[in-house]
């Protein structure tokens, strides 16, 4: 622990156990909703070991919930996980020694923390601490949450399902202050709010990246900009 401290220094690994802890009590809200919406309290657990995606899951187990069949549960949890497909292109060469691992950690707040560094061996150690970390969390609380599960009778009550949103929010938050993020995030959104109602579950996350087509290229210009004054549009 001390040799990891020395190695990633006070602030990056206070950050990073800060997150992971708020995984924790998102993978608790997990296991919680799994298991009472009548699921046994090993599916969670196991969901969390073999598929661990925090968002695939939630969906997984919603739409089961509402009376949808097992496999169309999981061409929506496939599809919601298509966005790896661009995280490992842009992490290939972090993960290129360990790429089944790489792969299999490659989780939203894993990607944020990784892409913040510039360094690539920095890169690399901080996507590896930031995915071993993130697994224990989730799945312990994953189990915990299912253990809460057994014990309260309505979950939905306590508004665990809003758990899992206040995390990605709260991660995203500090780069919207560059005006190119905040573009894309809010484009992305009106996207994704339109087409829910009109395509299959899921879909209209993935629509939602096509708001990066049309945001404009980050110009060393913009970098003074966005530094300086917290981002124009």
């Given amino acids: 622990m001390r040799r990891l401290l020395d190695l990633l220094g006070p602030a990056t690994l206070r950050d990073l156990l800060l997150v992971n802890v708020a995984v924790g009590l998102v993978g608790v809200s997990y296991g919680a909703i799994t298991v009472g919406a009548g ?10 070991i073999v598929v661990f995606g925090g968002a695939s899951q939630f969906l997984f187990t919603g739409l089961i919930a509402a009376g949808a069949s097992p496999i169309a549960a999981v061409a929506a949890g496939a599809l919601v996980n298509a966005r790896h497909l661009p995280f490992g292109f842009a992490l290939a060469d972090t993960v290129s020694k360990r790429p089944w691992l790489g792969g299999y950690l490659m989780i939203d707040e894993v990607v944020a923390f990784a892409l913040a560094q510039r360094d690539p061996a920095r890169r690399r ?58 573009n894309a995030s809010l484009l992305g959104a009106v996207i994704a709010l339109a087409l829910t109602p009109f395509v299959p579950a899921g879909l209209a996350v993935l629509c939602a990246l096509a708001a990066l087509l049309v945001v404009r290229p980050h110009r060393a210009a913009d970098a003074g900009t966005d530094a300086g004054t917290g981002g124009t549009a």
């Fill in 39 to 48: 699921f046994e309290i090993w599916v969670p657990t196991l969901m969390s």
């Fill in 125 to 182: 150690l901080v996507f590896f601490t930031c995915g071993a970390m993130l697994w224990t969390f989730w799945n312990v609380g994953a189990l915990l949450g299912g253990l809460l599960g057994q014990a309260i009778p309505d979950t939905d009550a306590w508004g665990l399902d809003a758990a899992f949103p206040a995390v990605l929010l709260a991660l995203v938050m500090p780069a919207m202050r560059q005006a190119r993020i905040r």
